[in-house]
């Protein structure tokens, strides 16, 4: 539900105030998704670290230095970045946040920065329902996509909001037709310029090809960036990870016991291929496999047990890819290694435009690249 403002509009001054209802927080719905502090699922041990590396703090900085911006340029620089999954660009975003947090006034929600996942197959509705949920706000059936975005327009001045993040960009993407994918893209140029607001993206590679699609929209992205897993064959990538894995081996030990082989960065590395989701779900699902067997102390086969939960793919059946087996060699070699960084990568993008010929689908993508 909403209210209007009576006073005289002005810059400073709201159009609406979102009003939410008494049995909920009075916070956007979209904190739950970045800071899931209570619940089975939450891991003192491993979800409270903040895993900070060099991509993670350059992406940082580039976020800071956005906000920094005077409001008036916000919509001209907008920001992407891309990377595979389980790297933690979510994460990232969720501490941005965190700075910057939604609180609740007597005047109403003040939020500097609003946060939405697109869904898979995303509709300029699906999208539009989704922001003005954000602001306690429930979608009519009735209104149009333009009444959805004055709507959101007229709250978003009201709130503060500076920075729009959308995650999991990649659904425009594969979204079907590229006649779909550019009003979308359409639809968010018109909404960022209406809104005078700064547009962060991210999501997987592909994401940037949705974004090529709108040549407009593409070059407001004067600020983009890729979040990387780590290489052990690079130097810095080896020291981040090593310092990583030790403080995360750290931080569970503080209750656990854990093996000797859990300290050897080189086995974490294999374990998680480089990615620090992978790491993460590695020392949670251990965590759980310890306390539901009542013990204290974790042996090399629950870790194992735990990995091949994780992780484990049949092209890993190799000893020398198995980095808690008994036998595993704990010595980087360039195969291994090589097999482990190529693990997972992203052949490409996959989109059905509707019964094209592979050919026209093809020179599709060539032409959005090109652009």
Known sequence: MTRPNTKKP?????????????????????????????????????DDVLIRHPDFDEIMQALEELDDLDRAVLNEHCMLFTGESRLGKTRLLAEFIARRMPRRTAEGLEMEVIYLVIPERPTIRAVASGLLREFGEKPSKRDSADDMLDTI???????????????????????????????????????????????????????????????????????????????????????AFEKISNGM??????????????????????????????????????????????????????????????????????????????????????????????SGVETGPKQDVGGRSKRAKRADVRNALAA
């Not at 810059?11 to 502090?37: H, K, M, N, Q, T």
């Not at 310029?193 to 592909?206: E, F, Q």
């Not at 067997?293 to 994780?310: F, I, N, P, Y």
């Open 10 to 46: 002005s810059r400073s001054a709201p159009v609406l105030v979102p009003v939410f209802d008494l049995e909920d927080s009075g916070l956007p719905p979209f904190l739950d998704i970045l800071f899931p502090s209570v619940g089975p699922k939450h891991e003192p041990l491993v």
């Open 153 to 239: 327009v007229a709250l978003a001045a009201g709130c503060g909001v500076r920075i729009v993040c959308l995650d999991d960009f990649h659904h425009f993407f594969d979204q079907r037709g590229m006649s779909a994918q550019y009003e979308l893209t359409e639809w968010l140029k018109r909404l960022v310029d209406k809104m005078r607001v700064a547009l962060v993206i991210t999501g997987l590679s592909r994401a940037e090809l949705a974004v090529r699609l709108n040549e407009q929209l593409y070059a407001r992205m004067d600020c983009r960036m890729v979040i990387r897993r780590f290489d052990w064959r690079r130097k810095a990538d080896k020291l």
């Open 249 to 342: 081996f750290g931080s569970v030990a503080k209750e656990f016991a854990l093996p000797k082989e859990a300290r050897d960065p080189f086995r974490v590395y294999i374990a998680c291929s480089g990615k620090i989701g992978y790491l993460i779900k590695l020392y949670r699902r251990v965590i759980k496999i310890a306390r539901r067997a009542g013990v204290k102390k974790v042996s090399l086969d629950m870790l194992d047990r735990a990995w091949r939960r994780t992780e484990f793919d049949p092209s890993r059946l190799d000893d020398s890819l198995q980095p808690f087996s008994r036998s595993f060699a704990a010595v980087p070699d360039k195969a291994t290694i090589e097999h482990i960084v190529q």
